[in-house]
């Protein structure tokens, strides 16, 4: 399967984005992911869910302020981001696995390029 990401741009703090990842090849697997990567950093978890919708998971930095979800038959995945903040500033990247749902990278088989969020303040 191919993920393609899309929806980064630059936007002051405070403000919302919606990132997309898009799969093609076949259908999204089971679990899916969002994953960041700020300058100089290593990559982190930021949300997952399950192929219903049913169970999600955040990290703590982002619970509250993001909302990970699917659609199926568009065989798309979404990541709504609000009250941005600078310390969100990465490259997001998307990633899906059968699995399991959890946080670790190395659950997920396949991954998108990435796509830029600049928040500045």
């Known amino acids: 399967v191919q993920l393609q990401a899309s929806g980064g741009g630059l936007v002051q703090a405070g403000a919302s984005l919606r990132l997309s990842c898009a799969a093609s090849g076949r259908a999204f697997s089971r679990y899916a992911s969002w994953f960041r990567q700020a300058p100089g950093k290593e990559r982190v978890f930021v949300a997952a869910i399950t192929w219903s919708g049913g169970r999600t998971i955040y990290a703590d930095s982002v619970k509250g302020r993001f909302t990970i979800s699917r659609d199926n038959a568009k065989n798309t995945l979404y990541l709504q981001m609000n009250s941005l903040k600078p310390e969100d500033t990465a490259v997001y990247y998307c990633?899906?696995?059968?699995?399991?749902?959890?946080?670790?990278?190395?659950?997920?088989?396949?991954w998108g390029q990435g796509t830029l969020v600049t928040v500045s303040s």
């Open positions: 990633a899906s696995g059968d699995y399991g749902l959890g946080s670790d990278s190395g659950m997920y088989e396949y």
